[in-house]
């Protein structure tokens, strides 16, 4: 039997790495080293928690870019001041966006990942369910900050950069905090453990640490226009920062009730 073409028609071709063929070993897409069926199993399990990490990733990157494009472009619209500076953008894209991410890529995986459902071959990464949660988040990332930034344009009429501030720290704090939401797609932050991915506490407290220079130190807010805060504004921008990760859990809720793939 031609061993080759069997292997090369399948989805996945597997071949025996000590009594395979060197024909077999050189079509196949999996080579089992030990010859023991077993590894097919882990081997599945880490291809499934790799790919599942991948769709994490680029689920929180596009939420907090397509979020951040529609704060500035809504801000046009509604012809008020821009909430967030150029040097802010970029702030957010290499810093806060970045080490979360990044952290995103440790995750272990879900508890359930072998009891899902194998994905279909031609199933694109940006598939329905994550195109609906990436409106969600983004709609939650708008209406938290411009929604604070009209409330201290109102309160700070003669202080743009006062008005700002609250809408980077916002927006800031909110992508963090998000970001152990997408931890997974179906289960809550709780059930999967607040602090079971040691990276990405890393990265939190790293990006906390980050804003802080930003706010409290002179020369860094004389670069980046921002203003010090102090603990009541820093409590009203917890609450706006909440409503992101909030609306994430109750999405996920929505989808495991419902059954929503």
């Given at each position: 039997?031609?061993?080759a073409m069997a292997l090369k028609k399948a989805d996945i071709g597997v071949a025996m790495?000590?009594?395979?063929?060197?024909?077999?070993?050189?079509?196949?897409?999996?080579?089992?080293?030990?010859?023991?069926?077993?590894?097919?199993?882990?081997?599945?399990?880490?291809?499934?928690?790799?790919?599942?990490?991948?769709?994490?990733?680029?689920?929180?990157?596009?939420?907090?870019?397509?979020?951040?494009?529609?704060?500035?472009?809504?801000?046009?619209?509604?012809?008020?001041?821009?909430?967030?500076?150029?040097?802010?953008?970029?702030?957010?894209?290499?810093?806060?966006?970045?080490?979360?991410?990044?952290?995103?890529?440790?995750?272990?995986?879900?508890?359930?990942?072998?009891?899902?459902?194998?994905?279909?071959?031609?199933?694109?990464?940006?598939?329905?369910?994550?195109?609906?949660?990436?409106?969600?988040q983004s709609v939650s990332l708008v209406a938290a900050v411009l929604g604070i930034y009209?409330?201290?344009?109102?309160?700070?009429?003669?202080?743009?950069?006062?008005?700002?501030?609250?809408?980077?720290?916002?927006?800031?704090?909110?992508?963090?905090?998000?970001?152990?939401?997408?931890?997974?797609?179906?289960?809550?932050?709780?059930?999967?453990?607040?602090?079971?991915?040691?990276?990405?506490?890393?990265?939190?407290?790293?990006?906390?640490?980050?804003?802080?220079?930003?706010?409290?130190?002179?020369?860094?807010?004389?670069?980046?226009?921002?203003?010090?805060?102090?603990?009541?504004?820093?409590?009203?921008?917890?609450?706006?920062?909440?409503?992101?990760?909030?609306?994430?859990?109750?999405?996920?809720?929505?989808?495991?009730?419902?059954?929503?793939?």
């Amino acid at each position: 039997v031609n061993d080759a073409m069997a292997l090369k028609k399948a989805d996945i071709g597997v071949a025996m790495g000590i009594t395979g063929t060197d024909v077999a070993k050189g079509t196949a897409d999996m080579i089992l080293t030990d010859d023991n069926f077993a590894s097919i199993v882990d081997a599945v399990e880490e291809g499934r928690v790799i790919y599942s990490n991948i769709r994490k990733f680029v689920f929180f990157l596009l939420s907090c870019n397509v979020g951040e494009i529609l704060i500035v472009f809504l801000a046009l619209l509604m012809n008020i001041p821009t909430p967030l500076l150029p040097i802010q953008l970029l702030w957010l894209n290499l810093v806060t966006d970045s080490f979360p991410a990044l952290a995103l890529g440790a995750e272990k995986g879900e508890s359930d990942i072998m009891n899902q459902k194998p994905r279909k071959a031609n199933e694109p990464i940006l598939d329905k369910s994550m195109i609906i949660g990436v409106i969600v988040q983004s709609v939650s990332l708008v209406a938290a900050v411009l929604g604070i930034y009209l409330w201290a344009l109102n309160k700070f009429p003669d202080d743009i950069n006062h008005a700002r501030t609250y809408a980077f720290v916002t927006l800031i704090l909110a992508e963090v905090l998000r970001s152990h939401s997408s931890r997974s797609e179906r289960d809550s932050i709780f059930k999967i453990g607040i602090f079971s991915n040691k990276t990405l506490i890393y990265a939190t407290v790293l990006c906390f640490f980050l804003l802080g220079i930003v706010i409290y130190v002179p020369f860094m807010r004389t670069i980046f226009q921002t203003v010090e805060l102090n603990l009541f504004e820093a409590e009203m921008i917890i609450v706006f920062a909440l409503i992101p990760l909030v609306l994430g859990e109750l999405f996920k809720a929505i989808k495991k009730k419902f059954n929503i793939a």
